[in-house]
């Protein structure tokens, strides 16, 4: 399939220092995502968050995406995409008040919300950077760049933060960027697009519950159960593996590393042969679940498997969300929300079923 071609957001100069900040906000948001993980049992004591409140920083965050990051998409598809994605920020920012917050419901409902908005942002992103771009194979892989940044860095560097200056250093950090990201989307004049035309929220849901659509999210759900059937454990398998604590920093490093070209390379694949990709992705996902049934395995057989796990994974970011928003191309900012909660469900799904 050959990528669809977007009119211009004007003047010749390409979009780099748009494309960079849209980036870089897609890192804050995921690093937000993921860095309590870190930074659970710290945020517990102080909070006097219960063990099960600490994982429900988690869970709150994955359920407001699922279900309320659709509604978001809905209620801002007129808004002009500056302002779409300025609003998105706004509960990440708000991390600057976790500190003084110190209420565990409050935390909690801050991150129902920064869970609610991840879809906006990421969806208004991919949308606008598509129509300055021309190209949405090139957007996406860009976009999802600064995701696989966030989510390589979010937990060892809020652990390593915290540790240096405690629990709430990180997230005042993550807050301080994010204000950052809000400031320079603000400052770039080619980010100022009025809205795609967007068909009415009735017209929308009947876009959505389309059998083409809703095979491709179902499918979307698929992929990501079966990545994170076996990531959600990839600490374990490491272990099981023979690696100790300082050796397994090391390898999900090689994993990180691994998903940048990952990244990379599912953007322009998908720009040629987007099924093909597909198809390939999905395969190489496959062999993790085939190749660890040899464990232990030695070190010359884990660096090949965890580099094109790594890719793989990443590149399956990529490639579901181009897969859904260009069957549900009149929708764009609700196929991506809807791409994300599928994905959210996936990743609740895949990791029950590996435990």
């Given at each position: 399939m050959t990528p669809r071609r977007r009119p211009s957001g004007g003047g010749a100069r390409p979009p780099a220092s748009e494309g960079w900040a849209l980036a870089f906000g897609a890192a804050v948001v995921?690093?937000?995502?993921?860095?309590?993980?870190?930074?659970?049992?710290?945020?517990?004591?102080?909070?006097?968050?219960?063990?099960?409140?600490a994982g429900w920083l988690v869970t709150?965050?994955?359920?407001?995406?699922?279900?309320?990051?659709?509604?978001?998409?809905?209620?801002?598809?007129?808004?002009?995409?500056?302002?779409?994605?300025?609003?998105?920020?706004?509960?990440?920012?708000?991390n600057l008040l976790v500190p003084l917050l110190r209420e565990p419901l409050l935390i909690q409902a801050l991150r129902v919300a920064q869970g609610a908005t991840l879809p906006l942002f990421i969806g208004v992103a991919s949308e606008v950077l598509s129509r300055l771009l021309g190209r949405d194979d090139r957007a996406i892989a860009r976009i999802y760049l600064g995701v696989t940044v966030g989510g390589l860095l979010g937990v060892p560097g809020g652990v390593a933060i915290a540790a240096a200056a405690g629990w709430a250093a990180p997230l005042l950090l993550l807050g301080g960027l994010a204000t950052a990201?809000?400031?320079?989307?603000?400052?770039?004049?080619?980010?100022?697009?009025?809205?795609?035309?967007?068909?009415?929220?009735?017209?929308?849901?009947?876009?959505?519950?389309?059998?083409?659509?809703?095979?491709?999210?179902?499918?979307?759900?698929?992929?990501?159960?079966?990545?994170?059937?076996?990531?959600?454990?990839?600490?374990?398998i490491l272990g099981a593996a023979g690696q100790d604590g300082a050796a397994?920093?090391?390898?999900?490093?090689?994993?990180?590393?691994?998903?940048?070209?990952?990244?990379?390379?599912?953007?322009?694949?998908?720009?040629?042969?987007?099924?093909?990709?597909?198809?390939?992705?999905?395969?190489?996902?496959?062999?993790?679940?085939?190749?660890?049934?040899?464990?232990?395995?030695?070190?010359?057989?884990?660096?090949?498997?965890?580099?094109?796990?790594g890719a793989a994974h990443a590149a399956g970011f990529v490639i579901c969300q181009l897969r859904v928003t260009r069957a549900a191309a009149r929708t764009p900012r609700l196929a991506a929300a809807l791409n994300i909660s599928a994905a959210n469900l996936g990743i609740a799904l895949g990791a029950a079923a590996g435990g």
């Open positions: 995921v690093a937000v995502e993921f860095v309590v993980i870190g930074l659970a049992p710290a945020m517990a004591e102080a909070t006097g968050l219960t063990p099960q409140g709150g965050f994955a359920l407001g995406s699922a279900l309320l990051g659709p509604v978001a998409a809905i209620a801002t598809r007129r808004l002009r995409a500056d302002r779409a994605m300025m609003l998105a920020l706004l509960p990440y920012a708000a990201a809000i400031a320079a989307i603000a400052a770039l004049p080619r980010l100022r697009l009025q809205a795609a035309p967007q068909a009415g929220i009735g017209d929308q849901l009947r876009v959505a519950a389309e059998p083409a659509v809703a095979l491709h999210l179902l499918l979307s759900l698929l992929q990501f159960a079966a990545m994170f059937c076996t990531y959600a454990y990839l600490g374990t397994i920093g090391g390898w999900l490093l090689l994993f990180g590393i691994a998903g940048l070209a990952g990244n990379a390379l599912a953007g322009h694949a998908a720009g040629r042969a987007a099924g093909t990709a597909a198809a390939g992705v999905a395969a190489v996902i496959a062999l993790p679940g085939l190749v660890l049934q040899g464990m232990p395995l030695p070190p010359l057989a884990l660096t090949p498997l965890l580099a094109a796990w």
